[in-house]
């Protein structure tokens, strides 16, 4: 309702009394359909925080989680862990989407110059809008392509949030309604993660590290492709659960 008025939600309660016009019903009842069949409320209002930061959402791209927030903390605390050192960060978000993960590391680590990729023309023009109303055009740099292909190397952090949910599962509506492409990956929803964690550790700098969110069930078929790495570890989402719908592997 505070949408379809252009209000405060504030607004709602403090003119409680106030009529409504057919004019102004209509477009009310029209969100109330679209959130009947579960078409998610972002896409409705056409925005989501993330980070608690404001980023524009549409059905091009996915709804920023909540639970990928905790990708993003891990990562900020990773190079916070690491700070005082005389150069620039050089991190990157691929497969961006809405450019949530991009802009919320700019924002939240000064010192970072942060590359974004995605594959899609549409997600990449809402990221690259997110990245101009955050005014970070002057460090995050977006890039159409595959996966690691069109970043540069010596990267100090590389984060992904890609598709890893298997064909044919069973997903709420809610996440149904968002784009398969953004979802979906072959070999049981494993394929992009497993080529991630391939070619990550040509494009890394010394000591530098991998943030990936998967489902937990993927991490046995994994176990390959991390032999490449040092150690890692599977962190909790926010509801401190890490078999139940995320992980992040770091």
Aim: hydrophobic share 45%.
């Amino acid at each position: 309702m505070a949408h379809a008025l252009s209000v405060r939600r504030l607004d709602l309660y403090l003119q409680f009394d106030r009529p409504l016009s057919e004019a102004e019903l209509a477009p009310y009842r029209d969100l109330l359909s679209r959130r009947g069949r579960g078409e998610p409320v972002a896409y409705l209002v056409g925005h989501k925080e993330f980070m608690k930061l404001d980023f524009e959402v549409t059905p091009d791209v996915l709804v920023p989680n909540p639970d990928t927030e905790v990708l993003v903390e891990r990562a900020v605390s990773w190079v916070r862990e690491r700070s005082g050192e005389t150069r620039a960060v050089r991190i990157a978000d691929v497969g961006t989407g809405s450019g949530c993960i991009a802009v919320a590391i700019a924002h939240y680590v000064p010192e970072a110059v942060v590359w974004a990729s995605d594959i899609d023309d549409a997600a990449l023009a809402v990221a690259e809008r997110n990245v101009r109303n955050h005014g970070l055009g002057d460090r995050v740099t977006l890039l159409q392509g595959d996966l690691l292909a069109p970043l540069p190397a010596a990267l100090d952090v590389i984060c992904a949030n890609l598709p890893y949910v298997a064909a044919g599962s069973d997903l709420p509506v809610e996440v149904a309604a968002q784009p398969a492409r953004a979802l979906i990956a072959g070999d049981g929803g494993a394929a992009l993660v497993k080529r991630l964690l391939g070619e990550a550790p040509a494009k890394l700098a010394p000591g530098g590290a991998v943030f990936a969110e998967i489902d937990p069930s993927l991490q046995p078929g994994l176990l390959g492709a991390l032999e490449r790495y040092q150690g890692h570890r599977l962190h909790r989402d926010l509801g401190r659960h890490v078999r139940r719908r995320r992980a992040w592997i770091s």
